[in-house]
């Protein structure tokens, strides 16, 4: 070798071994940082308490429409077939899992700040409005528009902002803990489930529509804002910035269906939200129905009580959707332990058989109060999964945890705008069996949909470890 080639060859060796040198020094050196952003820190803590907030805004008052619908059939829309006020509560689930893509994949952009300040103005004009169309709730003095346009539309927007938001925040600030974190977010939605419909139910029975509808906005106003003010996005996650806005690829990640795994997740997704809540829509109207408790509690919007002596139907609501919270908040731990695919199957089939068992077949009030218990601790685990699924699926790309979390959602609005809807009009034809089999026959699907994902990504695992 020449002269020269042999300098080369040595300035060659010493710059790879400074290199190496400064990759061995760089591992060393930001080891501890690394170790310590791992650990949650007080903004991590606000950040869940904003997302538990978020979803008590956002699930948890969408399930408050089973304490709405009853006064909406026999006070304020008297007239109004059942097909269309289903459509008031279906509306709102369909527009937060229809921008869930989008909301999903700006979030991976950085745009937290944004879509929470978006989020809490859409509800707060939503709710405002709402208390102005229908004077003060008086028979037959609902205007169904405005009633779609505020509570279902412009509410429906805002909740939107913040489905996505609260659990893909959580993992984000939690990456040791994503389950438990996205668990206890999720379980604002049974906090909200629980106390929205009693605070509207005891307002409407003693100050009238107006003033319990504006109650409600200032509790979930003052909450949503409060919740954008906690809701930082972690520092430590660098953003996966859109490069071009005006395309498709940068919200869709057409790649994500190339996953068998991940197209039967999202195929029992959307079976999910075709069944599950015309369940809370119509237990207190299937509980009177049954005469297993008094439906109404005031007359005509007065303010005059009826029923004293019975069991308010409304409670089945509260019930519901508070037994929602041990689901919620312990589905994804369990998972955490035993795996996302795993626990969704189980907790699937579980809230199937509850339809199955209770809906038809219960006969007194306490085999109505089993069902709420049942199915509001298994179906609560069952929404509250997805995003720890979807994470179990990514295994190390966790950097797409929003947009492809939000893209099964968004591939679930048409059904989540259809299932209510049809089963409205199931209803009027067929009676008030109708929800708990639909309900429990779309669970059931949804199991046996994610008992294939389940199969695929065990095969995937054998092919690593290969």
Known sequence: MTPIGKSLSRRDDSSEESIKDERDSE????????????????????????GHLMMANCWGLITTYGAFLP???????????????????????????????????????????????????????????????SGNGGQGEGNYGLIWLTSAFLAGLGEACFFVFSSQNAAAWFPLSKSPAVGFTSSGAAIGGLVYPIMFKYLIARHGFQFAVWCLF??????????????????????????????????????????????????????????????????????????????????GGTGVHLCRHKFQTFWFVSIM????????????????????????????TLSSISCFLFWPLAANTASAIALCVMFGVFGGAVV?????????????????????????????????????????????????????????TSLLLAALCMAVARFYAHQDRQTEDD
Not at 40 to 45: E, H, I, S, T, V
Not at 412 to 440: D, E, H, R, T
């Open 71 to 133: 006064y909406y059939q026999d006070h304020l829309l008297p007239e109004t077939d059942d097909f269309l006020l289903s459509l008031i509560g279906s509306t709102q689930s369909f527009l937060v899992l229809l921008f869930s893509g989008i909301v999903g994949r700006l979030l991976d952009a950085g745009f937290h700040r944004s879509i929470a300040i978006t989020g809490s103005s859409f509800l707060t004009i939503g709710l405002l409005t709402l208390s102005w169309t």
């Open 218 to 299: 200032a509790v979930v106003s003052g909450t949503s804002w409060l919740a954008t003010l906690l809701s930082g996005r972690n520092p430590d996650r660098p953003p996966r910035k859109v490069e071009k806005y005006l395309t498709l690829r940068p919200w869709w990640d057409t790649t994500a269906f190339a996953n068998p795994c991940y197209r039967w997740y999202t195929a029992a997704t959307c079976l999910v939200f075709l069944g599950f809540y015309s369940l809370p829509f119509y237990v207190g109207v299937w509980a009177e129905a049954k005469r297993l408790g008094c439906k109404e509690d005031v007359l």
């Open 384 to 440: 509250a999964l997805p995003a720890a699924c979807v994470a179990e699926i990514l295994a190390e790309k966790q950097e797409r945890l929003g947009q492809w979390t939000g893209m099964s959602f968004t591939l679930s609005a048409p059904w989540s705008l259809a299932g209510p809807a049809v089963v409205g009009a199931l209803v009027s034809q067929f009676g008030i069996l109708v929800p708990g089999l639909w309900g429990g």
């Open 27 to 50: 591992v060393i050196v930001n080891s501890e940082p690394v170790q310590s952003r791992l650990r949650p820190g007080w903004r991590a803590y606000a950040a869940a308490l904003g």
């Open 321 to 348: 959707n508070g037994c929602s919270f041990p689901g919620r908040l312990g589905g994804p731990a369990i998972a955490h332990k035993f795996g996302a695919l795993n626990v969704y199957i189980v907790v699937a």
